[in-house]
């Protein structure tokens, strides 16, 4: 279980004791990653099914290994090699999935609300990989495990979101993650940009870039989405970077043991600049390390481990 769930679809309704313990028991896990057999028998017998219908790197793969790494049987679906692209909805691909008795399916799928639609009809657990523009919960959680690990107690630190809010499920993981951490959390970004109504969601809204990153603890730098059309949404590229872009003489406005987060792909040299995404204050890789453990943590809770390796 994760908070009262045996679903991952969001952060909104954790509290901090929920987040802390899926915390607690990534740094269990990052521990079995650090040793020279990086694999235990946790989830053998287990199945978890990848279903991916949209692009992914970082966490189809980290979530792969996590599985490989605790003993479970890890299979992937490739959208475009299967019986999607002749016609099969979701919903029947899911319930023909289903019926092969995965204990957690983790999907990624350009329709936001999909993973919640999966959770109402099926029953496995499931976990939400990123919904459109609506969540991406646990890279959001790791995240925050980043920061934490970094940082210690996120009470009272200032963290920044930039870039492109509207279409980013980074964004509204973060915002509610690090909100129900204690964290003062500002968003950042050109006005098209920034959702209307998203300080109900615990963000303040920040206009300038440059009195955002003022004090600033983490910055965490949002990829524009060409995929989604942000593009439409800004003059040019060239003007974004001017305006938005992190290079050295903006980072100097921070804190100066800032960290700089980004979950990646990036572009270089439009939302951050090499020199800042290479540089010293740059976490952008222990994100990525971080996240297999954290979804270790995450397969684990929700495959019924026991409570003595989180509390
Ligand atoms: N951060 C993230 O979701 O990366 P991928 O798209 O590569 O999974």
Known sequence: MIGNSNHLLG???????????????????????????KKVPTLRGKTIVNLFFEPSTRTRTSFEIAAKRLSADAVNFSASASSTSKGETLVDTARNIEA?????????????????????????????????????????????????????????LK??????????????????GFTAMGANVHVTGPPTMIPVGIEAMGATVQPSFEAAI???????????????KSGMLIPSLREYARFFGLNAERLAI???????????PINRGIEISSEIADGPYSVILDQVENGVAVRMAILYLL???????VD
Do not use: W
Request: hydrophobic content about 40%; proline content about 3%.
């Open 303 to 309: 495959s019924g481990g026991i409570d003595e390796m």
């Open 254 to 264: 921070a804190n100066k043991d800032v960290l700089v987060m980004h979950p990646g």
């Open 159 to 176: 963290v920044v979101i930039a870039g492109d809010i509207t279409h980013s499920r980074v964004a509204r993981s973060d915002i509610y």
């Open 100 to 156: 092969m008795a995965p204990d957690v399916v983790i999907i990624r799928h350009k329709f936001s609300g999909s993973p919640y639609m999966l959770a109402d009809r099926l029953d496995c657990s499931i976990v939400n990989a990123g919904d459109g523009s609506h969540q991406h919960p646990s890279q959001g959680l790791l995240d925050i495990f980043t920061a934490r690990e970094r940082k210690g107690d996120l009470t009272g």
């Open 11 to 37: 952060l909104d309704g954790l509290t901090r004791d929920d987040i802390t313990r899926v915390l607690n028991a990534a740094a269990g896990m990052k521990e079995i990653s650090a040793r020279k057999i």
């Open 214 to 228: 003022e004090g600033a603890d983490i910055i965490i730098m949002l990829r524009i989405q060409l995929e989604r």
